[in-house]
Each structure stands twice: as C-alpha cells, then as structure tokens.
C-alpha cells in the first residue's frame, strides 16, 4: 500500500480547515497578508500560512540561531522565521526589490523581530558569496527566481553546517512539472533543480506536498 496516493487537491474550504487547526497567523501577520493581497495577482509570490508555520515550527525544532532567507518579497517568510529565532538570533533576507520589502519592515518592527533581520538589496548571489561558512548557518529558505535555485543551493550547502536545513519553495510549480507540453524556462529550471538535488550526494532530500511544493535538503 506505500505507493497508493493518499494526498488529493484541496479546495479552499479544506484549506481553511487546514489553517483553523494548525498554528494561525496572529493580527500582524495577517494584516501582512492582507497588505500583500492588495498588490493583485502577484501576490501569489507569497507563501501560504501553514507553510510559514510550518517554517516557525521548523526553525525553533533545529534549535536554530543563524538563517538565509533568498528571496523575501513582502516580508511574510520572513516574519515566520524570524519568529522562530531565539531574541539573538539572526536572519539574513536576500532580495532586490527595495519597493517589496519595504512593504513588510513595518510589520518586522510591530512583531518585535526585525532587529534579527539583516536585509541586504542587491542580487542574492553576490550577498551568498560574500558570507562565510565559519558563520554556521542553521537554515535557509529559497524563493527567488527559478533559474537560479541551482547556483543559491550551492552556495547554501557550502553555509549551512552538517545537519542543517535547506528549504525550496514552489518545487511542483503548481502541477507543471511533469506536464510535457509546459517547457518555459522557469519550469525547466525547477525540473532540472529537483533532479540535481535528488541525485546530489551531500545532501539527504524529501519532496513534500505544501502549498506549491516544499523540498527539505539536509545538508549531510
């Protein structure tokens, strides 16, 4: 029975469930969503709310002090790994978009985090290169452009210690990546993404079915 498919589409009644029975957004963090909701379409570049408590959860489970976040947009990924950090910890948001996250800074400063948070604009790549391993970064989180998940991974497994955790957002790329007729350049990216981090023998890896597809990458 292992191969038998347990998991189904969720409508959004299901997922309205699914976020009443698990750890809510509080007031700030929702009117964060609702904020980002207002910028239209594009705000589905947010993640969903139980993905980001389930970052929380994550990140206080590692015990973690030191983060990566790459790619931040409105600050609610942000938020939900700041939250999980110890009053000392630390994250580092990669992102070039001053007019994005600029929309979440008000909100780090309401919910007390955002002197942990250590946002740097420019191109993310460059920020990943100038930082040392001898940091000893606990987690990390990747949400940026697509084509570019391949080269922050491996910059990421050279900052994160042994035994800590790499997360990949929107890895099924709602469905597509295993429709033939889509090949864009965004989606052949993640394709390519998901063999390499299967195959690559540094780190232990699980697909798992959150919002548009989590990978967990645990660097060995």
Known sequence: MSDVVKAFNISPEIHAYLIEHGSRPDA??????DTTR??????????????????????????????IEVGTFTGYSALCVARGLPDDGELVCCDVS??????????????GVADKIDLRIGPAIDTLRSLSEDD???IAFIDADKTGYREYAEELIRLVHPGGLI??????WMGTVIDPDVND??????RAF????????RVEDVMLAISDGLTLLRVR
Do not use: C, H
């Open 98 to 111: 001053e007019e994005w996250t600029n929309i979440g800074k008000p909100y780090w400063e309401r919910a």
């Open 28 to 33: 700030i963090g929702q009117e964060l969503i």
């Open 194 to 201: 998901n063999d390499w981090a299967t195959a690559d023998e």
């Open 167 to 172: 997360l990949v957002d929107n890895v099924l």
């Open 136 to 138: 000893g970064y606990d």
């Open 38 to 67: 207002e910028l239209g379409g594009i705000s589905m570049m947010q993640i969903a709310p139980e993905q980001g408590a389930f970052m929380t959860l994550l990140t206080r489970l590692l015990g973690a002090r030191r983060a």
């Open 185 to 190: 350049e965004q989606v052949e990216a993640i």
